[in-house]
């Protein structure tokens, strides 16, 4: 057996559609949604843990791709260097889950890991690279 945390990117054209409930039955992948932001016309994103045979995984994820799926593994930690962090606000934009916001009444950046989906938008979103992911 193998498993795998992956992320799916999902284009607007495609977010309504069950694909992921469709691969489970075909390929008989266990999958477990972790996490999903899903809203109708938007780009919607899905952490999943998939586990089941090696080949069934991997024409899952084909299949999810050929959908118009974009599938990646999943980043496991962030790390921000709050230090030099200006709170410009950058990355809040970019971040659907609400895993960064700036708090009031100062308007500084803070980290809820907890929400955080490991999609990796923040990293490019940062002006001063001050983002960074582990695998
Ligand atoms: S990787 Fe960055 S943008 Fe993506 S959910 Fe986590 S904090 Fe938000
Ligand atoms: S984009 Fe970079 S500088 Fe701006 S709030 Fe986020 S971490 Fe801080």
């Known amino acids: ?8 990117t999902f284009p607007p054209a495609v977010v309504e559609r069950p694909l992921v409930s469709l691969m489970v039955k075909e390929y008989d992948v ?5 996490r999903a932001e899903i809203r ?3 780009i919607g994103r899905m952490l999943v843990e998939m ?9 899952g994820i084909g299949y999810l791709e050929s959908q118009g799926v974009k599938v990646e593994e999943a980043i496991r930690d962030i790390e921000i260097n709050l230090d030099r962090c200006p709170s410009c606000g950058a990355c809040t934009g ?7 916001r700036l708090e009031e009444p100062r308007y500084e950046l803070v980290v809820n890991k907890e929400r955080c989906i490991f999609c990796g ?7 001063f690279q001050l983002i960074k992911v582990k695998f």
């Open 40 to 42: 109708e016309g938007e």
């Open 121 to 127: 938008l923040c990293v490019d979103a940062c002006p």
């Open 51 to 59: 586990e089941g045979s090696g080949a069934g995984i991997k024409k």
């Open 30 to 34: 266990l999958t477990n949604i972790l």
């Open 94 to 100: 970019v971040c659907v889950p609400g895993a960064l």
């Open 1 to 8: 057996m193998t498993k795998k945390r992956l992320v799916l």
